[in-house]
Every structure is written in C-alpha cells, then in structure tokens.
C-alpha cells in the first residue's frame, strides 16, 4: 500500500486578499475559452486585486483599537514522527517575511494534561499542586462534500468519520456534521449519539451532466478545448472522432472530421466543451461555497478549530474557481482554522463502476481512437483524476493542514489527521513593521537546536487593513448613502436575493450585485487601464437598525484583453448575511471609483 499523507500538495496560490466577512465574495466571470494555460499566472494573480472585510457604519468620534499578536501554532516532530517535548521559547525562531520577530507569547498545549495529584495515603500533598488547566474544547467540523462523490466512495468516508467518534472522540470535543447538499446538518455537539445519527444520513447526491450525450467530454478535455479553441489538440480531435463515431455530427467515418459538415462537427465539440465547463464549474462553486459556510460558522466557536473535508475532488482550473479556493484559503486562516483533506477515491483504479456505467450510457466504451489520439485517451482517466485533487490539496496546503490521500485506508487516515498532537506550542509575535494593507505574509518557523525534524506551523498571516483602503471623503459618501434608502441609477446594476437555510443549518440571505461592464471607466496609466469598484451589503431591521454588512473592493489594474473580458461580462459581487428568520430592509450599495458613479438599491427580504 502506498499512502501519502502529505502537508503540502500544490503550492497554494498566495494572492493579496483582506479579511473575508459573512462570506463576501467577489466573483469575476470571464469566458472559459479565455482561462488562461495552467503554467501561466491568470488575469486575476496579475490584474486584479479583492480586498472584503466585514461593514460597520462608521462614527466619525469611534476610536478604533487593534491587536497585532500573531499566533503561530508549532508541532515538532522528530524523524520517527513522534512528536518532540520539552521545547521553550528560546528553542524557537520566527521569520516574518524573511525578517526575525521577537516571540512574545509563548505556550504549550497538551492534548491531555496531567490529572490533579492523588492522595498518599488519604492526605493531600503537603503542598498542593497547581491545578493544571482545563484543555480547550476543540471543535471538529466534518465536512462531506456529498455532491461530488459517488455512493461507493462516500461509503468509506462515511463509515470513517463513525469509527473516529466512537473510538477517538475526546470528551472534550465537539464535533459537527455538514453536507455540500445542505441535507444533514448536525451542529457541534459532544453527544456522539447525536453525531453518529446525523452520519447515518449522510448520502450521496451526486450531480452529473446529462448523460446519453455525445461526445462524452470531461471536465479536463474541455477546459483543453476552450484553452486551445480553433487549432487541433489532443482533446479536440478525440473529441471529433467519438462525435462521428457516434453519428452526432450527422456522418459517419473518416471523411466526416473533413468533409462538408466538419464545420458541424468543429461547432458541435466546442459547444459541448464550454457546456461541460460550465457544470463543472458550477459544482465547484456549489461546493466551495458551502464551504465558506462552514468556515465562517467555525469561525465563531471559542477554541481549536479544525475542519476535515472529505471529497473524491473536482474541477478547480478555470479563474472564478481559483478565485474562490483562495479566498476559502483566506478565509479559514483569518478564522485559525486548519483544514485537514481525503481524497474519497483512494487509491486510483482503473474504472470506477458508475464511471463505467455512464460510458456504457453514452456509447464512449464502443469507440477506439485512432494511433495518433490513443495515448491521450488512455491518460485522460487518469488525469482527470489527478485534477480534481488540487483543490483538496490547495486547501490543506494553504492552511497548513494535511492531504490524505492515495490510499485505501481512509479509516487509518481520518484517525490520523484528526488527531491531536500530543504536544504542541503556540508561539506569538507582535511585528515591528506591518503596513495595513492586507497584504500576505509568509512565515517560517525553525528550531534550531533540533536535527532530523519536522515542523508542521502556520505558513502565512494576512495584514490588516484600514479604511484608507477607500478615500476618506469617498467613504464617508458610501456611508451615508448606505443609511440612506433611495435609489440611485448612476450606473447599470442588478440585484437579486436568495434566502434559505445554510448548511450550518443558520437560516441566512445570499447576495448577487452585478455591475454592468459597459459602467465602468477605465483610466489609463502606462500600458493598463484602471478601475476600482466597490461593494457595501448591509441588512437593517424593520426598525433601520444597523444588524450587518459586507464591503468589498476590486481593484483592476487591466491589459486590454482583460478589460474587454470585464467590459464584456461585468462584475459581479456576491455575499451571505446571516440572520434569523424575520422581515429585514436590504440595501447595497456600489461605486466605481474612476468616474465617481453609485448605485443604490433597497429591498425587503423576507427570511423563513
């Protein structure tokens, strides 16, 4: 058996974002034939900056005050794994962006501290011992991503996350059960009555294309298509030849990829790609969402805070889904919460019996490649496969958790990450220089005193920001328009409203703005044109009493391509407000900054 379980899988994309609030999130849509190849940095990395934080109205006599400890949770493990005690602070070095910082705090945690001492011979000891300190509860959230895995590979997950409760479940954590398809919601509870009845109901609602098509394009063909459209691939002319194969492009043998309806069969394959992407990424999105959920649910919880994921992977390369796993990224380090990943699938087989059958459906199974396509169709399982983990590994690795995968022994694996080191340290610093522009900052942890170790810690802190990040005056005009409840039409915008149960089971509204491209102005500056929009979400009572908000800033600095995608698609800016059931007066408010235009928009929402 060969089993990986690894810290670091992709390197996670570091991308300069501030601190995601209720779920703020921008989202930027751009055509999938556009994505840019995987080994170059997209537009996004390049061109576009997101910045969201939680919305307070302002008073302009508040006084703000901040802390910039930096926590940095530390295990030390020595070259057979086991974890290495006995360490202080002195022991440790902390690397702020290359730069040595003073390690202020310092703490050991024990994942079981010593019990009081016992009584000798039925008397107290003579001086009584300081009463160790009670562990801190530590909140375990399970997260099965049941939209994206088949009923054989969520059997196993399943059946894992069941053993760890009865077997391995401190008494004082608490654990929760959330599903991708919001249909079992188990809020943190130390009843494991409670939890192994809620994963009892965990099923499978997987969600696939249409079946009975063809060509049977999968996600990573198509994204290969939409990348190099109108020229010949690989994936393009595997695709062309099981379509005639299967007499979708009305014909039939060789002639039909060139004959008078090759024209046809090139606008059927393409069709059928940019399809294919689009439902791939909308599962992604669907799952990366509620997992925001999730986070931010954690994120209230008073302790450790950890949130094992498991899934059978997807599609993840296209920009609105890298978007969004980073800002999951960001998201859970601004909460401290690790996210530890499974890999549902295990060890790769040759066919997965569903797999199998919906190739049987769709006639895929009855065709063979010609030579010049045929090392490519019998890798593209594979790689399929291969794909569909990176979001599992970004996640993991960009919040310092582990990736399990590889393996059949999902069992031994959940045990594993979920499992508390028995000695950790937690390590604090306060930086000498931190510009409060919600930059990235990667960190580094050594030991010097140590040999042959292994140093599993934080990776990278986000700064803070301030409210410089929007020009005071123009802010202050945000803010009062925020207050306000007319409408202004400077701009052409939309705004639509969901409301329902999230899958922490809080009953919450979700936000789409959309900002039309052609309302944008563009300032040119050397050789890119650039725009910032903002977006202010605020619920109010009935009352107009102030309950929540959202703010979020894009910043485009755009090469004409890029500008032209955005002018062409718009801006969409998307948040979730979480409340109780009741009436409540939603306004949203949006600027692009270049011209100095604002629209605004309230509505009642109504949340079961």
């Given at each position: 058996?060969?089993?990986?379980?690894?810290?670091?899988?992709?390197?996670?994309?570091?991308?300069?974002?501030?601190?995601?609030?209720?779920?703020?999130?921008?989202?930027?849509?751009?055509?999938?034939?556009?994505?840019?190849?995987?080994?170059?940095?997209?537009?996004?990395?390049?061109?576009?900056?997101?910045?969201?934080?939680?919305?307070?109205?302002?008073?302009?006599?508040?006084?703000?005050?901040?802390?910039?400890?930096?926590?940095?949770?530390?295990?030390?493990?020595?070259?057979?794994?086991?974890?290495?005690?006995?360490?202080?602070?002195?022991?440790?070095?902390?690397?702020?962006?290359?730069?040595?910082?003073?390690?202020?705090?310092?703490?050991?945690?024990?994942?079981?501290?010593?019990?009081?001492?016992?009584?000798?011979?039925?008397?107290?000891?003579?001086?009584?011992?300081?009463?160790?300190?009670?562990?801190?509860?530590?909140?375990?959230?399970?997260?099965?991503?049941?939209?994206?895995?088949?009923?054989?590979?969520?059997?196993?997950?399943?059946?894992?996350?069941?053993?760890?409760?009865?077997?391995?479940?401190?008494?004082?954590?608490?654990?929760?059960?959330?599903?991708?398809?919001?249909?079992?919601?188990?809020?943190?509870?130390?009843?494991?009555?409670?939890?192994?009845?809620?994963?009892?109901?965990?099923?499978?609602?997987?969600?696939?294309?249409?079946?009975?098509?063809?060509?049977?394009?999968?996600?990573?063909?198509?994204?290969?298509?939409?990348?190099?459209?109108?020229?010949?691939?690989?994936?393009?002319?595997?695709?062309?030849?099981?379509?005639?194969?299967?007499?979708?492009?009305?014909?039939?043998?060789?002639?039909?990829?060139?004959?008078?309806?090759?024209?046809?069969?090139?606008?059927?394959?393409?069709?059928?790609?940019?399809?294919?992407?689009?439902?791939?990424?909308?599962?992604?999105?669907?799952?990366?969402?509620?997992?925001?959920?999730?986070?931010?649910?954690?994120?209230?919880?008073?302790?450790?805070?950890?949130?094992?994921?498991?899934?059978?992977?997807?599609?993840?390369?296209?920009?609105?889904?890298?978007?969004?796993?980073?800002?999951?990224?960001?998201?859970?380090?601004?909460?401290?919460?690790?996210?530890?990943?499974?890999?549902?699938?295990?060890?790769?087989?040759?066919?997965?019996?569903?797999?199998?059958?919906?190739?049987?459906?769709?006639?895929?199974?009855?065709?063979?490649?010609?030579?010049?396509?045929?090392?490519?169709?019998?890798?593209?399982?594979?790689?399929?496969?291969?794909?569909?983990?990176?979001?599992?590994?970004?996640?993991?690795?960009?919040?310092?958790?582990?990736?399990?995968?590889?393996?059949?022994?999902?069992?031994?694996?959940?045990?594993?990450?979920?499992?508390?080191?028995?000695?950790?340290?937690?390590?604090?610093?306060?930086?000498?220089?931190?510009?409060?522009?919600?930059?990235?900052?990667?960190?580094?942890?050594?030991?010097?005193?140590?040999?042959?170790?292994?140093?599993?810690?934080?990776?990278?802190?986000?700064?803070?920001?301030?409210?410089?990040?929007?020009?005071?005056?123009?802010?202050?005009?945000?803010?009062?328009?925020?207050?306000l409840t007319d409408t202004r039409n400077e701009m052409v915008t939309h705004v639509t409203t969901e409301t329902g149960t999230l899958a922490t089971g809080e009953s919450a509204v979700k936000i789409t703005a959309h900002v039309d491209g052609h309302s944008l102005f563009f300032k040119k500056e050397d050789k890119t044109r650039n725009e910032r929009v903002v977006f202010i979400t605020a619920l109010f009572d009935t009352q107009n009493h102030f309950l929540a908000g959202t703010e979020a800033i894009v910043d485009m600095q755009l090469r004409d391509a890029t500008r032209q995608q955005i002018i062409h698609d718009g801006v969409n800016g998307k948040a979730t407000l979480q409340a109780p059931p009741g009436?409540?007066?939603?306004?949203?408010?949006?600027?692009?900054?270049?011209?100095?235009?604002?629209?605004?928009?309230?509505?009642?929402?109504?949340?079961?």
């Amino acid at each position: 058996m060969n089993m990986q379980l690894t810290s670091s899988g992709r390197a996670a994309r570091a991308v300069t974002l501030v601190l995601l609030c209720l779920l703020a999130v921008v989202m930027l849509h751009g055509q999938a034939q556009q994505a840019p190849a995987q080994n170059t940095p997209g537009p996004f990395t390049q061109e576009i900056k997101i910045y969201s934080q939680e919305y307070i109205p302002q008073d302009a006599n508040a006084i703000r005050v901040k802390s910039t400890m930096v926590p940095v949770p530390v295990v030390v493990r020595d070259s057979h794994g086991n974890v290495v005690k006995g360490l202080k602070r002195e022991d440790f070095q902390v690397f702020d962006e290359g730069k040595q910082q003073n390690v202020t705090y310092f703490d050991v945690e024990l994942a079981h501290p010593p019990a009081p001492a016992a009584l000798v011979d039925g008397k107290l000891p003579e001086k009584p011992a300081t009463p160790p300190a009670l562990p801190k509860p530590r909140y375990i959230g399970m997260y099965f991503d049941d939209k994206n895995m088949t009923a054989g590979n969520l059997y196993y997950v399943r059946n894992a996350a069941m053993s760890f409760v009865r077997k391995n479940m401190a008494e004082t954590d608490r654990a929760g059960v959330f599903t991708a398809s919001a249909t079992v919601t188990q809020q943190f509870t130390s009843n494991k009555e409670q939890l192994l009845n809620a994963l009892k109901n965990v099923m499978s609602h997987i969600r696939k294309p249409a079946m009975g098509t063809c060509p049977n394009i999968t996600p990573e063909q198509a994204y290969e298509i939409s990348r190099f459209r109108f020229e010949h691939s690989d994936a393009f002319d595997l695709a062309v030849q099981q379509a005639i194969a299967c007499g979708a492009c009305g014909q039939t043998g060789a002639s039909a990829a060139n004959g008078p309806g090759s024209q046809d069969c090139t606008n059927l394959v393409t069709s059928r790609a940019d399809f294919v992407l689009e439902i791939a990424e909308e599962f992604g999105e669907d799952s990366l969402s509620v997992l925001g959920d999730v986070i931010r649910y954690m994120g209230k919880m008073p302790g450790r805070r950890t949130l094992i994921m498991g899934s059978s992977g997807f599609f993840s390369e296209t920009r609105p889904i890298q978007i969004l796993q980073d800002r999951m990224i960001e998201a859970a380090l601004r909460n401290g919460i690790v996210i530890n990943t499974i890999d549902a699938k295990g060890l790769f087989a040759d066919n997965d019996p569903e797999e199998v059958a919906d190739a049987d459906a769709n006639g895929s199974n009855n065709f063979l490649p010609t030579p010049n396509v045929t090392a490519y169709a019998q890798d593209l399982a594979l790689l399929e496969k291969e794909v569909s983990n990176d979001p599992l590994a970004a996640l993991a690795d960009g919040t310092g958790g582990k990736f399990f995968h590889n393996s059949n022994d999902i069992m031994g694996g959940l045990r594993e990450i979920a499992e508390l080191p028995e000695v950790s340290y937690v390590l604090g610093f306060s930086p000498d220089v931190v510009k409060e522009n919600g930059s990235l900052h990667e960190l580094k942890v050594k030991v010097p005193g140590q040999h042959d170790i292994s140093i599993s810690a934080r990776k990278s802190y986000f700064a803070p920001t301030k409210k410089e990040g929007i020009p005071g005056a123009m802010f202050q005009k945000l803010n009062r328009e925020v207050m306000l409840t007319d409408t202004r039409n400077e701009m052409v915008t939309h705004v639509t409203t969901e409301t329902g149960t999230l899958a922490t089971g809080e009953s919450a509204v979700k936000i789409t703005a959309h900002v039309d491209g052609h309302s944008l102005f563009f300032k040119k500056e050397d050789k890119t044109r650039n725009e910032r929009v903002v977006f202010i979400t605020a619920l109010f009572d009935t009352q107009n009493h102030f309950l929540a908000g959202t703010e979020a800033i894009v910043d485009m600095q755009l090469r004409d391509a890029t500008r032209q995608q955005i002018i062409h698609d718009g801006v969409n800016g998307k948040a979730t407000l979480q409340a109780p059931p009741g009436n409540y007066m939603l306004r949203e408010v949006m600027q692009e900054v270049v011209g100095g235009r604002i629209s605004a928009t309230s509505q009642a929402v109504h949340i079961p």
